[in-house]
């Protein structure tokens, strides 16, 4: 079966099968969140109830954390968070797992293939799985009042529900009739399972290895496992686990900002490569200078054909209909060897991919470039079989010069000129040992394929593709610097986290 094209061309690899999907995300308002409490309390027919003892030596917390530095220290701040609530509440010390210290294996940030292992460790002794992200934000008394309201010995999906709200090729068209009705969680606010549930998936998973040979959108793909095609429970939200934090019932919060450590990188950091094509030269080219070239500080279009009008150098890698590895090698090889060669950054995208730079320099302050860092949107390749994971290439992928010194000393390559970029330098880069570091900044997609209210709560770096929208609105309308921007910032400088 030939997976669905992505970034206008088909992969190759006979094997591969495509669940596109990317994130989506419904948001609940205060005035919704302390109805759906009040409602969400009179369940007790469907096994919730107020009556049901948890503390918190029954919660075994898990933090989706990453191995990359920052994120490693963010995770651990969070965990300390945790901690320090608990010995306030004079409680048991919980336990706070990190999920990059689980398992070393290349697919344990997919959470599937460690739930056996929760179930042997924690199936005596607790009662729930409470998944989140490094930036998520916990208030425990607040959390152990809502999961008080599920009885533990039940399956329980718990999350803050986020639903597509059109069909669309990310998701494979599934439930194209009423996309609406299939609900799945926003990691941001936190998530849980109910240990029976844990039991059963485990049950489940030793049967019947996990089929789908990509890994895409992660949450979608854990509610559709977990959902079973309506032999396991759909996901029940939970009105206290929020992303915006506006009401004091929110047991979870999740502050919008972009990360900022010290001062922006420099432009002159920062070396752009833009992927083209002389067919695309008088279409694509020309949008890009007219939104987000201009914030580049160096900035070189590679092609088939040298067009002094642009201009676009020619690698002499001729154009191919499908992947791009030889043209994408022939840039990182440039970039090393024969390019500016004090320039700490490299930043590779397609002709159709709006990128805010302004906001790029921001991120990457928080990364050590003398480190191997492989930056952007993750997915995943054959992990439940030991494969890889890769940075999607149309959302852009920003490589450390020393992450690409290292991929060039070893002898892995593409195997053809047209084979699928993006996935090669992921099983070149697994091979090295060097980890994806992961940011849902980055976006394969348009944002008319994200619900508004999943992108109300982040400060977006890049979208993909042309197809059917303006694209010059909108680069305009999402990415361009702002006053808003700049308010985000100074609100991200005066935030003092309670930690």
């Known amino acids: 079966m030939r997976p669905p094209a992505r970034r206008g061309r088909r992969l190759t690899l006979p094997a591969l099968l495509s669940l596109l999907t990317c994130s989506l995300a419904f948001a609940l308002v205060s005035k919704d969140v302390k109805k759906e409490v009040k409602q969400s309390k009179n369940l007790e027919k469907s096994g919730i109830s107020e009556k049901n003892d948890v503390d918190l030596k029954g919660i075994a917390f898990v933090i989706q954390s990453q191995s990359n530095s920052f994120h490693a220290k963010k995770a651990e701040q969070l965990k300390q968070s945790i901690l320090k609530q608990a010995a306030d509440l004079t409680q048991e010390v919980p336990r706070v797992l990190l999920l990059h210290q689980l398992a070393q294996q290349e697919g344990a940030w997919t959470i599937l293939p460690l739930l056996p292992h929760f179930s042997v460790t924690y199936s005596r002794n607790s009662s729930w799985i409470f998944f989140c992200e490094e930036e998520t934000r916990i208030q425990i008394p607040q959390l152990l009042q809502a999961l008080r309201r599920y009885d533990p010995s039940k399956e329980w999906f718990l999350g803050k529900a986020l639903h597509d709200e059109e069909s669309t090729i990310i998701h494979h068209y ?51 496992y977990i959902w079973d095609r309506g032999d396991g429970p759909p996901l029940t939200p939970v009105p206290e686990f929020c992303t915006d934090g506006v009401d004091s019932s929110c047991a979870t919060a999740f502050h919008s900002f972009l990360p900022l450590c010290g001062n922006p990188v420099k432009k002159k950091d920062i070396f752009v490569a833009v992927k083209t094509c002389k067919k695309f030269h008088g279409d694509r080219i020309p949008i890009v200078k007219q939104t987000w070239a201009g914030q580049a500080g160096h900035i070189e279009y590679y092609s088939d054909y040298a067009d002094s009008s642009v201009p676009t150098v020619d690698l002499g890698i001729p154009n191919t209909e499908r992947g791009h590895c030889g043209k994408t090698f022939a840039i990182l090889e440039r970039f090393l060897n024969h390019s500016y060669d004090k320039i700490a950054w490299l930043v590779i995208v397609d002709d159709d991919t709006l990128i805010s730079i302004s906001r790029l320099q921001h991120l990457l302050s928080c990364y050590d470039a003398s480190e191997p860092v492989f930056l952007g949107e993750r997915y995943g390749y054959g992990l439940g079989t030991g494969g890889y994971s890769y940075v999607t290439g149309g959302g852009g992928m920003v490589f450390s010069r020393e992450a690409i010194r290292r991929l060039l000393a070893s002898k892995c390559r593409c195997y053809s000129n047209d084979a699928p970029d993006d996935m090669v330098l992921g099983m070149c880069f697994s091979g090295l040992g060097v980890p994806v570091t992961h940011s849902p900044l980055f976006h394969q997609a348009r944002p008319v394929d994200y619900p508004k209210d999943y992108l109300s709560h982040q400060v977006p770096i890049s979208f993909h593709k042309h197809w059917n929208i303006d694209p010059v609105k909108v680069y305009f309308t999402w990415l361009a610097p702002s006053e808003e921007d700049r308010a985000r910032q100074e609100t991200r400088e005066g935030f003092k986290e309670e930690l």
């Open 174 to 224: 599934a439930f194209s009739e009423n996309p609406t009705v299939f609900k799945y969680p926003d990691f941001a606010a936190g998530w849980a399972l109910s240990i029976p549930l844990v039991n059963k998936l485990t049950k489940r998973l030793k049967s019947e290895s996990l089929k789908s040979d990509f890994t895409i959108d992660l949450k979608y793909e854990i509610a559709l």
